[in-house]
């Protein structure tokens, strides 16, 4: 698997360039590769921004999130459920320009919109598309990738065990990690990258609603973090 990172120009709130900042992927796409944007800069080309002088941050906080977690005022800190995943602060994220980002409206169709632009566009079938955000894993220091909606792909695959059971390997969260290695977020310039001869990956032969992507990633009943 190879993975990189491209560099682009710098993307500027409140709302910036869709068509630009695809137009960077441009002749470095082949059949059977994946292709991951950042949440914050999709934010920015989508209008997805908001001044932070017009809105209290911490309300802003509590109304992006679908459920506040816990709370830590001694350390200022917000854990979240927002769009299945859990986040800091309910993906409300801070800025230079003076203004605040929130998470991509409605990813899923958002991601498969891009799928169909490219594929269109570059005459190319196979074809991921990952939008990517970083979040703190219990217990752990530091954060990590995760995706926060894709397309084009089955992001979860089963591993038949030994004992005639199934094990699941979350494959879009660990694309979306590897991914966030390598790239950073607006300010810093590559905020996008290609993964090329990603392992174990199934594309979609043909075009799919946007919930299946959803419904392969969502947790099931039966799982440890149905509780939230």
């Given at each position: 698997m190879n993975i990189t990172p491209i560099k682009t120009r710098s993307f500027l709130p409140p709302k910036d360039s869709l068509d630009d900042l695809l137009h960077y992927f441009d002749n470095r796409l082949t059949e059977g590769c994946i292709i991951t944007i950042s949440s914050k800069v999709l934010s920015i080309c989508v209008g997805n921004c908001i001044p932070a002088d017009e809105y209290d941050k911490q309300k802003l906080q509590e109304k992006e999130s679908s459920k506040i977690l816990s709370r830590r005022s001694n350390h200022n800190i917000l854990l979240t459920k927002k769009d299945d995943m859990l986040v800091e602060y309910g993906g409300v994220d801070t800025l230079a320009a003076g203004y605040y980002s929130l998470l991509p409206k409605k990813p899923y169709?958002?991601?498969?919109?891009?799928?169909?632009?490219?594929?269109?566009?570059?005459?190319?079938?196979?074809?991921?598309?990952?939008i990517t955000d970083s979040h703190?894993?219990?217990?752990?220091?530091?954060?990590?990738?995760?995706?926060?909606?894709?397309?084009?792909?089955?992001?979860?695959?089963?591993?038949?065990?030994?004992?005639?059971?199934?094990?699941?390997?979350?494959?879009?969260?660990?694309?979306?990690?590897?991914?966030?290695?390598?790239?950073?977020?607006?300010?810093?310039?590559?905020?996008?990258?290609?993964?090329?001869?990603?392992?174990?990956?199934?594309?979609?032969?043909k075009i799919m609603p946007a919930s299946i992507m959803r419904s392969y990633m969502y947790v099931r009943k039966d799982e440890v973090y149905n509780m939230f």
């Amino acid at each position: 698997m190879n993975i990189t990172p491209i560099k682009t120009r710098s993307f500027l709130p409140p709302k910036d360039s869709l068509d630009d900042l695809l137009h960077y992927f441009d002749n470095r796409l082949t059949e059977g590769c994946i292709i991951t944007i950042s949440s914050k800069v999709l934010s920015i080309c989508v209008g997805n921004c908001i001044p932070a002088d017009e809105y209290d941050k911490q309300k802003l906080q509590e109304k992006e999130s679908s459920k506040i977690l816990s709370r830590r005022s001694n350390h200022n800190i917000l854990l979240t459920k927002k769009d299945d995943m859990l986040v800091e602060y309910g993906g409300v994220d801070t800025l230079a320009a003076g203004y605040y980002s929130l998470l991509p409206k409605k990813p899923y169709k958002l991601a498969k919109q891009i799928w169909k632009k490219i594929r269109k566009e570059q005459k190319i079938k196979k074809l991921g598309v990952i939008i990517t955000d970083s979040h703190s894993v219990p217990f752990r220091n530091g954060a990590i990738g995760i995706a926060v909606a894709g397309y084009g792909f089955k992001p979860v695959a089963d591993y038949r065990t030994k004992n005639g059971g199934k094990a699941h390997a979350d494959l879009i969260d660990g694309l979306a990690a590897a991914a966030n290695l390598v790239i950073g977020e607006a300010a810093n310039h590559t905020p996008i990258c290609v993964i090329k001869h990603p392992p174990d990956i199934k594309y979609f032969t043909k075009i799919m609603p946007a919930s299946i992507m959803r419904s392969y990633m969502y947790v099931r009943k039966d799982e440890v973090y149905n509780m939230f």
